[in-house]
């Protein structure tokens, strides 16, 4: 193999090969993913604190007063979507309404924050709801184990991008070092 200038590679009989890159290009590109990798896997895990922090869920989770309630109904709620080609659909799905009695004995009417389609709880079934004691509006169904679900995977993803792009790090480095050995 011969290489010239940009990292082509020409075999013995002439023909450019393409996908043979210089050593010292391939390092590059593994510096250049592993720094954009590591980037990128920080940003979901900091951005996903901050997420977390925003919308309270490490208060809910840890820091939390507790209340059981009452589902008293199931919201319908339309979504509407549009393909490519311009034709819409709509989705139906079901937020639950819960009423429970705060720290103090006042009723609070929470709406849950997500739909689902079919509805996850039956009206008058009974659930637990993690609430802020100074902003009893501020509330959270209990949904046990799948509380951490999104973390978690977002956590996982994040664990992972930055894993490969410290491995492309180290490879580079390494490489670099034997050559120059």
Sequence with gaps: MR?????????KEGAPDYMSFQ???TNGINRAIGVVGLAVGLAIVFGG????HR???????????VAEGQVIENRQERWYSRDSSGSSSSYISYRAIVRFADGWGQMVTHADMIAFSPPSFGVGQRVTVFYDPREPQHAMIDRGPKNFL????CLVFAGLV?????QRLWRAKRDSSLRSE
């Design 3 to 11: 290489y010239f200038p940009g990292g082509i590679a020409f075999s």
């Design 23 to 25: 050593p010292v290009t």
């Design 49 to 52: 604190g901050y997420w977390i």
């Design 55 to 65: 919308i309270h869920l490490d208060e809910f989770l840890f820091k939390r007063a």
């Design 150 to 153: 999104v973390p978690g995977v």
């Design 162 to 166: 930055i894993l490969g792009s410290l």
